[in-house]
């Protein structure tokens, strides 16, 4: 089983910028996929972006050309870099990792969940 710890949530102003972490420990796949999923209060859980160890990714359209998703070089630690945020990116952050090398954004697909990380952008 994989841990999964986030990091770096907190509150940041409109058009601002927050980077948010994911770091693993214990086993982790021979080949596998990192993602990022968000829910706001009386919201469905989206997925936001993926990575895979192959170097795939993916993002949702709602952030493409927004955030970005990487891993740290040598790490198995995962970063996702937010910027031009709006309220509505407001939401509790969650990392998931899965076995896998395509980025899918599926929730059902990930196996190992972190507890999450709350993000808030106020206007």
């Known amino acids: 089983q994989v841990q999964l710890v986030e990091s770096g949530g907190g509150t940041v102003q409109v058009g601002g910028s927050l980077r948010i972490s994911c770091a693993p420990s214990?086993?982790?796949?021979?080949?596998?996929?990192m993602g990022w999923f968000r829910q706001s209060v009386g919201a469905e859980r989206e997925g936001v972006a993926s990575?895979?160890?192959?170097?795939?990714?993916n993002y949702a359209s709602s952030v493409e050309g927004r955030f970005t998703i990487s891993r740290e070089e040598g790490r198995n630690t995962g970063h996702l870099e937010m910027n031009q945020l709006k309220p509505e990116d407001s939401a509790i952050y969650y990392c998931?990792?899965?076995?896998?090398?395509?980025?899918?954004?599926?929730?059902?697909?990930?196996?190992?969940w972190g507890r999450g990380t709350q993000v808030t952008v106020s206007s």
């Open positions: 214990g086993y982790i796949y021979r080949h596998y996929c």
């Open positions: 990575f895979c160890d192959t170097g795939d990714k």
């Open positions: 998931a990792v899965r076995e896998g090398t395509i980025a899918k954004l599926d929730e059902d697909r990930y196996t190992d």
